[in-house]
């Protein structure tokens, strides 16, 4: 569990020029990890980490986990745009999407992004949306209930995602006599994974594909994307992923596989969010309402607009109250936002210290998947993005929506008129 880098006294001079809610993120940090991840993997050929933009989708992240040499990898349009605008394109992009639009198609070859496809029908539909096939290509394979996926993913064969095996052989060959050069293998068969072998077994599975796909059509795959899925410890009786482990297991198969089969150099690539920024984010708010009915609730200024994951997944994420770290927890709250679900609850009977109205709560690893999977529901607006500096500085990197922003959309001017 990583402590919040600021002091209740720090934080609540913060809030003065940055109200409540926002989410701070750690650069340090999550420099200081991408340099440790980075550093684990370069036992593998020719290692490159892309950041999954969903993750943390903004461009100041981007543009730091760039300086560290991470790429990115995208799926959307959206995403292709913010790569653009930090200078991330060629093959420091990854274009890993599914039921893709011409268009996106089109930004992607623009910006000149590995594409990875998501089905074998979409050779034919990326030649008719862009003209022609890439040099280089990559399928994304699913491999179906051969191998379990984990709770969030669910179970590959019911996952819409990537070629079954006998798809993707036909892909190659298809991709090969239409002049495709340089082929890639990707896969992405868990989420939230903390257990190191389930990573290392994603590496064997593509190996023995690897050497499976040279057997049978004589084609070389130039590299493999193990996907994301890394997990960090949400919990506090939970460890963190051994980088080390999963890189050393990881070489010792591609020694045992990869080597023996005449294939070495395989590239190594993988595209993890999570791991990179989520422990290195807080979402800060403060307590505005007691209740007392069956249970007792704290109500914050904060909801499911600024952090699904609770409400979407489930999902534990630690709270932290400011200034009362070391206070026993007497009592047992409900945390809440004010959405009119009753699922926008960021914990669940869960043992606290005495929350006093005005106290800062932290709500622990918001870095990946926090802000980006906010909606505006009930109109609420999502909160803004902060940046502590290496140098203790604050910088305000998104600012917060407003109610200009949630109407820009309307035309009230309309409204006015319209009987
Ligand atoms: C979401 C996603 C990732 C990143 O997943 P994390 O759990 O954040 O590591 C990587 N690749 C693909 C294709 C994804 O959909």
Redesign the pocket.
């Known amino acids: 569990m990583n402590p919040f880098p600021l002091t209740r006294g720090q934080t609540e001079a913060l809030t003065r020029n940055h109200p409540t809610p926002f989410h701070l993120y750690d650069e340090a940090a999550i420099r200081a990890n991408a340099r440790r991840l980075i550093k684990a993997f370069s036992v593998l050929p020719d290692f490159r980490e892309?950041f999954?933009v969903?993750?943390t989708p903004n461009p100041f992240i981007l543009k730091i986990l760039a300086a560290e040499g991470c790429g990115a990898?995208c799926?959307s349009l959206a995403e292709l745009r913010l790569c653009e605008a930090v200078g991330l394109r060629g093959d420091r992009v990854m274009f890993?999407s599914n039921e893709t639009p011409d268009a996106e198609f089109r930004a992607a070859r623009e910006l000149g992004a590995i594409i990875?496809l998501d089905d074998v029908t979409h050779i034919d539909a990326l030649v008719a949306a862009t003209g022609s096939l890439p040099e280089t290509l990559c399928f994304?394979y699913n491999p179906g209930p051969l191998k379990a996926g984990n709770a969030?993913i669910g179970h590959p064969e019911e996952a819409k995602?990537g070629l079954t095996r006998d798809q993707l052989f036909d892909g190659y060959a298809k991709a090969r006599d239409l002049g495709a050069k340089k082929f890639g293998l990707?896969t992405?068969v868990v989420?939230?994974e903390l257990d190191e072998q389930y990573h290392v077994e994603t590496a064997r599975m593509l190996f023995e594909l690897v050497v499976e796909i040279h057997r049978r059509l004589g084609l070389r795959i130039s590299f493999i994307?193990t996907?994301?899925?890394?997990?960090i410890p949400y919990r506090p009786e939970q460890k963190a992923v051994d980088y080390d482990v999963v890189a050393r297991g990881a070489r010792k198969l591609y020694d045992e596989i990869v080597v023996p089969a005449g294939l070495d150099p395989l590239a190594y690539n993988m595209?993890?969010?999570?791991?990179?920024t989520?422990p290195h984010g807080w979402l800060v708010t403060r307590a505005l309402r007691r209740k007392e009915t069956y249970r007792s609730y704290i109500g914050v200024d904060a909801s499911m607009a600024n952090l699904m994951r609770p409400g979407m997944y489930g999902a534990y994420h630690h709270v932290t109250v400011l200034g009362k770290e070391n206070a026993p927890a007497t009592k047992t709250y409900d945390v809440v936002g004010s959405l009119c679900e009753n699922c926008d609850k960021f914990a669940i009977q869960r043992a606290l210290p005495e929350i006093a109205l005005g106290d800062l709560l932290v709500i622990h690893d918001t870095g990946?998947?926090g802000h980006a999977m906010g909606y505006n529901y009930n109109g609420k607006t999502r909160s803004a993005e902060l940046l502590l500096r290496p140098d203790g500085s604050v910088l305000q990197i998104r600012r917060a929506e407003t109610l200009d922003d949630l109407f820009a959309t309307l035309d009230l001017g309309a409204v006015a008129n319209f009987k």
């Open positions: 892309y999954a969903k993750a990898d799926s890993t990875n994304r969030i995602y990707h992405m989420s939230n994307n996907g994301g899925g890394i997990g595209e993890c969010g999570r791991a990179i989520g990946a998947h």
